[in-house]
Structure formats: structure tokens, C-alpha cells
């Protein structure tokens, strides 16, 4: 049990970090220059024309995959079914180009312009202080899942605390901003646009899904719901009632541009399935609350460990009881999840639960 426990925290948490070492650099830090140096070059570019690109590579794509699927379903009619949400994210220099289908997000963060200047009166024992602070709160996250130290002592109730207010503050400097767009039937504007392109069907939208099927409305693949022979080529109780032949789920993308200022400092590209247990807003302020304090850590395991000890507590269980449960089944409790962040000053990290 106990070399299962030091497993898993390293497997979750596998940074180290020397506290010391901080407080040694802190004063080289406060000179730094507080915004990510970023390469611009010069020239006009047409992000139209980029974002046009972008959807048509994602439709000839798709044409391509359709004919796939089309040419399989004597032998693999069961490709029919099989669909996915798009998230694609471009950057080059200070532009962002976003394409999404269905309900996966890109998140930016923004500094809020009265918090991007350090303060002056900042003395190099306040300095010490904060990284102590630091260090017992970093301490407290790799206690939370081992049984060696549990969470529930006194100390552990302070720290805990002490953490719930950072992170509020950084909820207070930090503006969570969407650049991509759901594309669910939680969505009122999708919800009439089907209905609209299906006038003979009042089925349409059943029970809050696409024919009573999927959650999103427009995706990638996902054929018996584009085309009706991929539909009849299904068993009888895989089918839909197939009204007309207009799409019920669209392969149209949302398409932004965004220019990064000096105000913006990461952004996280995420499955729906985190955002059953945070908020945008949220997700923003624990991953800056996370960077500050763990700059050698990775965000992205935070994230994702973070989503599993409120989807245990919210199913009434014990992390490593929900841990135990093989990953398939899991779904029960949370959908899968894959995040990525990525900060404006050049490091990217990966995770998935």
C-alpha cells in the first residue's frame, strides 16, 4: 500500500522544487520583465484567408473520412456511429487562430490591468514570507493524497484555507475569456438552427439530444446523423427516424482570430468533461494560482487531479477508491478528460484523466 501511495504521487505530482533557491532569485525576478517576450515580424497577413484554410481543410477532411466510412459500411457498419468534437489551435508570433466543433474549449487568461505592475513596497521579508506560505501550500497538495499525512489535521484545515483565498484572488486579477464556442444543445441558437433545417421532424431535438443522441450538434464524423444511408446501414436499434435528408449534426466550425497582448499569459485547450466540475473563471485562477506557487510543476496533472478529488467527493467516495474503478467504467462519475496549457512564455504540458 505504501509503495502504491508513493506511486501515485509521483505519478500525479512528479516535480520537485528547491524553495531555497526562489528566495535566492527572487530579487533577480522582481527586475525581469513582467510580460512574455514574443517574436513579431512584419507584413501584412490576411487572417481571414488563415481561418478560411483552416475550414477547408477540416471539410476535405471530412469528405474524406464520409467516403471512408461510406465505402466500409457492408463490413464495418458501426463506423457510422463514430464521431468526435474538433479543437484546433494555430499560433504564430502574437496571432491565435481558433477552430472548434462541438463542445471542447480554448480558454484565455488575461491579467487584469490593475494587477500587472508588482508592488513597490514589496520588502524582501514579505518576500520570505510568501514563499514560506508557498511551500506549506504546495506541501498540502502532495499530503492530500497520501495517507502518510493526512489533510484532515489542523494544520492541514490552515493550509487549506490559505489556498481557497489565494486562489480567490487570483479569480480577482485574472479574467477568464472563451475564444472558442459550444456547440451543444444547451445551446439555445443551435437548438432553433436544427429545428429550423428540420421542419417535417418535431424530434429533431429529443430529450435535450440531437434525435435523442448526442449532446452536441455539430462534430466531426458521427454519419448516421449526416447522411441516411449511413443510418439505415445500422442495426435496427442503432437507428434514428431519419426525417428528409438534410444533416441533423453540421461539420461548420467556429473560426476566430486573436491578437495576444500584453495582458494575456496562458491559455488552456480542454475536453468538455472538465468543465462538468469548473468554470472558466476557475479553471484561470487555479492554474494561476498554480504557476505561481509550483513554477516547476505542471498545471495540466494539477488540473485533472483536481477534477478527480470533486468528482470523488461529489459521488460520495474516496480518491483512490475512484481511481480504482478501470477507466471505462469511470465515465460514470466524470467524462473523460485531456487538458493542455500552454504559456505565452514557451512551455506547453500535457494530461489526461
Given at each position: 500500500?505504501?509503495?502504491?501511495?508513493?506511486?501515485?504521487?509521483?505519478?500525479?505530482?512528479?516535480?520537485?522544487?528547491?524553495?531555497?533557491?526562489?528566495?535566492?532569485?527572487?530579487?533577480?525576478?522582481?527586475?525581469?520583465?513582467?510580460?512574455?517576450?514574443?517574436?513579431?515580424?512584419?507584413?501584412?497577413?490576411?487572417?481571414?484567408?488563415?481561418?478560411?484554410?483552416?475550414?477547408?481543410?477540416?471539410?476535405?477532411?471530412?469528405?474524406?473520412?464520409?467516403?471512408?466510412?461510406?465505402?466500409?459500411?457492408?463490413?464495418?457498419?458501426?463506423?457510422?456511429?463514430?464521431?468526435?468534437?474538433?479543437?484546433?489551435?494555430?499560433?504564430?508570433?502574437?496571432?491565435?487562430?481558433?477552430?472548434?466543433?462541438?463542445?471542447?474549449?480554448?480558454?484565455?487568461?488575461?491579467?487584469?490591468?490593475?494587477?500587472?505592475?508588482?508592488?513597490?513596497?514589496?520588502?524582501?521579508?514579505?518576500?520570505?514570507?510568501?514563499?514560506?506560505?508557498?511551500?506549506?501550500?504546495?506541501?498540502?497538495?502532495?499530503?492530500?493524497?497520501?495517507?502518510?499525512?493526512p489533510v484532515h489535521n489542523q494544520n492541514g484545515q490552515v493550509n487549506k484555507i490559505n489556498k481557497n483565498r489565494e486562489i480567490s484572488i487570483c479569480r480577482l486579477k485574472m479574467r477568464a475569456v472563451q475564444l472558442s464556442t459550444d456547440h451543444s444543445t444547451s445551446v439555445e441558437e443551435e437548438?432553433?438552427?436544427?429545428?429550423?433545417?428540420?421542419?417535417?421532424?418535431?424530434?429533431?431535438?429529443?430529450?435535450?439530444?440531437?434525435?435523442?443522441?448526442?449532446?452536441?450538434?455539430?462534430?466531426?464524423?458521427?454519419?448516421?446523423?449526416?447522411?441516411?444511408?449511413?443510418?439505415?446501414?445500422?442495426?435496427?436499434?442503432?437507428?434514428?427516424?431519419?426525417?428528409?435528408?438534410?444533416?441533423?449534426?453540421?461539420?461548420?466550425?467556429?473560426?476566430?482570430?486573436?491578437?495576444?497582448?500584453?495582458?494575456?499569459?496562458?491559455?488552456?485547450?480542454?475536453?468538455?468533461?472538465?468543465?462538468?466540475?469548473?468554470?472558466?473563471?476557475?479553471?484561470?485562477?487555479?492554474?494561476?494560482?498554480?504557476?505561481?506557487?509550483?513554477?516547476?510543476?505542471?498545471?495540466?496533472?494539477?488540473?485533472?487531479?483536481?477534477?478527480?478529488?470533486?468528482?470523488?467527493?461529489?459521488?460520495?467516495?474516496?480518491?483512490?477508491?475512484?481511481?480504482?474503478?478501470?477507466?471505462?467504467?469511470?465515465?460514470?462519475?466524470?467524462?473523460?478528460?485531456?487538458?493542455?496549457?500552454?504559456?505565452?512564455?514557451?512551455?506547453?504540458?500535457?494530461?489526461?484523466?
Open positions: 500500500m505504501y509503495r502504491k501511495q508513493k506511486s501515485l504521487r509521483k505519478k500525479l505530482f512528479p516535480w520537485s522544487y528547491d524553495w531555497h533557491r526562489e528566495e535566492a532569485c527572487v530579487d533577480d525576478k522582481m527586475g525581469e520583465p513582467l510580460g512574455p517576450i514574443r517574436r513579431c515580424k512584419s507584413g501584412i497577413v490576411d487572417h481571414a484567408a488563415v481561418l478560411r484554410a483552416m475550414s477547408r481543410a477540416l471539410e476535405w477532411t471530412e469528405e474524406a473520412y464520409m467516403e471512408m466510412v461510406e465505402k466500409a459500411l457492408d463490413k464495418n457498419a458501426e463506423l457510422a456511429l463514430m464521431g468526435s468534437c474538433v479543437l484546433v489551435m494555430l499560433m504564430k508570433d502574437q496571432d491565435v487562430y481558433v477552430m472548434n466543433l462541438g463542445d471542447s474549449r480554448v480558454v484565455l487568461a488575461q491579467e487584469r490591468p490593475n494587477d500587472r505592475h508588482p508592488n513597490p513596497n514589496l520588502g524582501k521579508d514579505d518576500v520570505w514570507h510568501r514563499n514560506k506560505s508557498r511551500e506549506s501550500l504546495v506541501r498540502m497538495e502532495l499530503d492530500r493524497i497520501s495517507e502518510e499525512s437548438v432553433f438552427r436544427i429545428k429550423a433545417e428540420h421542419p417535417d421532424d418535431n424530434q429533431a431535438i429529443l430529450n435535450d439530444r440531437v434525435k435523442g443522441q448526442l449532446k452536441v450538434t455539430r462534430a466531426f464524423g458521427a454519419g448516421f446523423l449526416k447522411k441516411p444511408t449511413c443510418n439505415e446501414a445500422l442495426l435496427e436499434m442503432f437507428r434514428v427516424d431519419y426525417v428528409g435528408i438534410a444533416p441533423y449534426v453540421s461539420c461548420i466550425p467556429f473560426v476566430l482570430h486573436h491578437r495576444l497582448s500584453s495582458s494575456d499569459r496562458f491559455l488552456v485547450l480542454s475536453s468538455d468533461g472538465l468543465y462538468q466540475y469548473f468554470s472558466n473563471e476557475e479553471v484561470v485562477a487555479h492554474v494561476t494560482w498554480f504557476m505561481e506557487n509550483v513554477p516547476e510543476g505542471d498545471p495540466a496533472q494539477y488540473l485533472i487531479a483536481e477534477l478527480l478529488f470533486r468528482a470523488a467527493k461529489k459521488n460520495g467516495m474516496d480518491f483512490y477508491e475512484l481511481l480504482d474503478i478501470p477507466q471505462g467504467d469511470r465515465r460514470k462519475y466524470h467524462d473523460d478528460v485531456s487538458v493542455m496549457v500552454v504559456s505565452l512564455e514557451g512551455r506547453i504540458w500535457r494530461s489526461s484523466g
